[in-house]
């Protein structure tokens, strides 16, 4: 049964910086995407960065440049150091882990857009949250 472990976050002034961890334990080797997740109360569910077993990355247009999703294939573990962070950084922080991919939704661009607003069912397995808050 596959777990995820996440570890990290806390709360931080604005420009401030943390990071969080996200340790794998019994997934396929052969598991398709690794993401970050965020939700505030009383906003949609919004998928921060994504990582695909080849690499390719998508980055919520809000922390592109400030955060960067990592993976450590041998420690099985992924990565987000958060830099520059704002108020509305404020959430809490899933890691999650698709083993199957979206390409049952076709056109790439689809695909993309779906990880930046993913639905439950997008990931197979959920780490268990951390709050992140920053105060102004």
């Known amino acids: 049964q596959g777990q995820l472990v996440e570890s990290g976050g806390g709360s931080v002034q604005s420009g401030g910086s943390l990071r969080r961890s996200c340790q794998a334990a019994?997934?396929?080797?052969?598991?398709?995407?690794m993401g970050w997740v965020r939700q505030a109360p009383g906003k949609e569910r919004e998928g921060v960065a994504s990582?695909?077993?080849?690499?390719?990355?998508v980055y919520a247009d809000s922390v592109k440049g400030r955060f960067t999703i990592s993976q450590d294939n041998v420690k099985n573990t992924l990565y987000l150091p958060m830099n520059s962070l704002k108020p509305e950084d404020t959430a809490m922080y899933y890691c999650?882990?698709?083993?199957?991919?979206?390409?049952?939704?076709?056109?790439?661009?689809?695909?993309?857009?779906?990880?930046?607003?993913?639905?439950?069912?997008?990931?197979?397995?959920w780490g268990q949250g951390t709050q992140v808050t920053v105060s102004s």
């Open positions: 019994g997934l396929p080797y052969s598991t398709y995407c």
């Open positions: 999650a882990a698709d083993l199957e991919g979206l390409s049952r939704l076709g056109d790439i661009g689809v695909q993309r857009q779906r990880r930046l607003q993913p639905i439950q069912s997008d990931f197979g397995y």
């Open positions: 990582i695909d077993k080849d690499g390719s990355t």
